[in-house]
Structure formats: C-alpha cells, structure tokens
C-alpha cells in the first residue's frame, strides 16, 4: 500500500508564501511521475503542477505559472511545492498525487494514488 502524507498548509497573507510537502511511505514505490492538485469550495478538484521522477521535467497550470515551484527529492520520496506571490485565490485543499505511468501522469485530472490534502488559506 502507497500512502502520500502532505504538510506544511496554513495561512498566509496575500503576497506571501508557503512551502508543502509531500512524503511517500509504503511498499517500495517508484512513481512515474508525481503532482499537486487543489480543490477550492464549490469548485472541482484542479491541476497545479506535475514533475517527473526520472529527469524532474515539470509542467505548470497557467495559474501558478512562475509563483509556484515543483521539485522533488527522491533519495527522501518527497515531493515538494514552493508557492510564492500567493493569491487569495490560491486558497484550497491542496492535494498529492502520483502516477505510476505515463497515462494518469499526463492527465489534469486523475492520478493512481492521493493523499489525504491540505488547506491553505490565503488572505486579503
């Protein structure tokens, strides 16, 4: 069994940031890839960001292009999301995700395993 374990939500101001992280624990577990989804209130769940384990190229939703940062460290099986400028639109339940193959990696909308979310709040 895979479990994906986010923290490091909260609150911050408009303008400020936050750093999440993602651990992986379980079986052995070698991910295709891996991604930050958010789900705002009343809103379906969207696509932040995504990198892939072998190479670390990522690919950004326009929203956050150049205000957030993916980044992995596979020796720790963490995945990582630097978020800066934030906007109080930005406020979500932030969600991990990893894709064990190239399908659910490429997709915005599914993966294969998730974690449990974490909020974060940003105000005006």
């Known amino acids: 069994q895979v479990q994906l374990v986010e923290s490091g939500g909260g609150l911050a101001q408009a303008g400020g940031s936050l750093r999440l992280s993602c651990a992986t624990s379980g079986r052995t577990f070698s991910p295709y890839g891996m991604a930050w989804f958010r789900q705002a209130p009343g809103k379906e769940r969207e696509f932040v960001a995504r990198i892939r384990w072998s190479g670390g190229s990522t690919y950004y939703a326009d929203s956050v292009k150049g205000r957030f940062t993916i980044s992995r460290d596979n020796a720790k099986n963490t995945v990582y999301l630097q978020m800066n400028s934030l906007k109080p639109e930005d406020t979500a339940v932030y969600f991990c995700?990893?894709?064990?193959?190239?399908?659910?990696?490429?997709?915005?909308?599914?993966?294969?395993?998730w974690g449990q979310g974490t909020q974060v709040t940003v105000s005006s």
């Open positions: 995700a990893a894709a064990r193959s190239i399908a659910t990696y490429s997709s915005t909308s599914a993966s294969d395993y």
